[in-house]
């Protein structure tokens, strides 16, 4: 995906053969893929790869230019090589959002001429007390790894400190840090195929077309899914002051999504909202969303460390603090899966 928005690179038809493991597949309706190939551009001195001259130069001009490894992409002696190959045997499952968003903030304050600027608007994401930040980062980092945060620091330190955030890289501005991005990071998913399989939908097909297509569709899904899993998007992570607003509700009257294919979020109603109430997302999944009382808030209290008392909570007070037979029996498991499904993409 694009190193700055992270559209999508690859064309539907492209993203598709890879998930199936198939050269040969092709798509109909290529023209309803919206990928512009002859638009990409690279740095010219590390080669990382961006879907447009603008975004190319957007991250050149607030962070990239601190962030460029140039001919030292593939060197592993290098500072921020060495900072990701950390994280990625830190943390589970192996990728590097976490670390390298919180580059981001520091690489932007140190190209930015307003320097107080930037620190003011990373303030404005909740700070959380001594005792709330050891434990996000204990459940970022998991509990075989709890006495590595300091490594991480000191690695942190080498590759990228400065001495207008000289705070962001002593013990406890870095646990701040961490739990800031732990607690407000938003993932991001993107998807070539996904657009286009909206773009088919929204065709206009004499009805024996449509059937075929839309079973074409079904099919693939499932194939994609015997062969990559459910994990198909290209995934990320941001900062979004306003969405990170919203409080949690178990019965939200708004959501989030990325229907452009790009970081731009959108925040939809799913219901009609009255002047001044308060608009909630939910922090959960569909399925988690249909947990019992019990189940949810342990979800909750585990990975954003509160217990909810949204309507449906208090509706189910008097319920007891018990899971179902199907949730006991993958409890350990499944708690695992929902935490690196949240805060992978932190």
């Known amino acids: 995906a694009c190193d700055h928005c992270l ?46 001259a603008e975004c190319r130069q957007a ?3 607030q962070y990239h230019q601190v962030l460029c490894l140039g001919p030292s992409r593939d060197d592993p002696t290098h500072p921020l090589n060495k900072l990701q190959e950390a994280w990625r045997n830190m943390h589970y499952p192996p990728e590097t959002s976490s670390i390298m968003l919180m580059a981001r903030m520091v690489a932007t304050v140190k190209q930015a001429k307003d320097k107080e600027w930037w620190i003011k608007a990373f303030s404005q994401f909740c700070s959380k007390t001594a005792n709330e930040e050891e434990e996000v980062v204990h459940k970022l980092l998991g509990d075989k790894f709890k006495g590595q945060l300091e490594l991480l620091r ?9 001495e207008h955030l000289s705070r962001w890289f002593t013990p406890e501005g870095f646990r701040s840090l961490f739990a800031l991005v732990g607690t407000n990071g938003q993932g991001i998913g993107t998807s070539s195929l996904s657009q286009w399989v909206h ?19 079904d099919q693939l899904y499932k194939d994609i ?18 969405q990170s607003c919203c409080n949690h509700s178990c019965i939200p ?9 790009n970081f731009l979020l959108h925040l939809t109603a799913l219901e009609d909202i009255e002047a001044g109430e308060e608009i909630c997302i939910s922090y959960l999944d569909c399925c988690q969303r249909e947990r ?16 909810c008392s949204c ?6 007070a008097d319920d007891a603090d018990v899971t179902s037979d199907e949730e006991e029996e993958g409890e350990g498991e499944t708690d695992d899966a929902e935490l690196e499904d949240e805060m992978t993409d932190v």
């Open 225 to 242: 899914e015997k062969e990559s899993g459910e994990f198909l998007n290209c995934e990320g992570s941001g900062l979004y002051v306003l």
């Open 292 to 307: 019992s009382r019990h189940s949810r808030n342990k979800i909750l209290r585990e990975n954003y460390l509160f217990t």
């Open 154 to 162: 000191l690695l942190f330190t080498e590759a990228l400190y400065d």
């Open 253 to 261: 009257n708004a959501e989030t999504s990325f229907p452009e294919n």
């Open 311 to 316: 309507p449906k909570c208090l509706a189910q």
């Open 7 to 52: 559209r999508a690179l690859e064309t539907a038809e492209e993203n598709a053969q890879r998930l199936l493991g198939k050269s040969s597949l092709v798509l109909p309706h290529p023209e309803q893929c919206s990928i512009r190939k002859d638009l990409h551009q690279q740095c010219p001195r590390c080669q990382v790869t961006y879907c447009s």
């Open 59 to 61: 991250a050149l001009e």
């Open 199 to 217: 773009a088919c939908d929204a065709l206009d097909l004499p009805m024996l077309q449509r059937e075929e297509l839309d079973a074409f569709i």
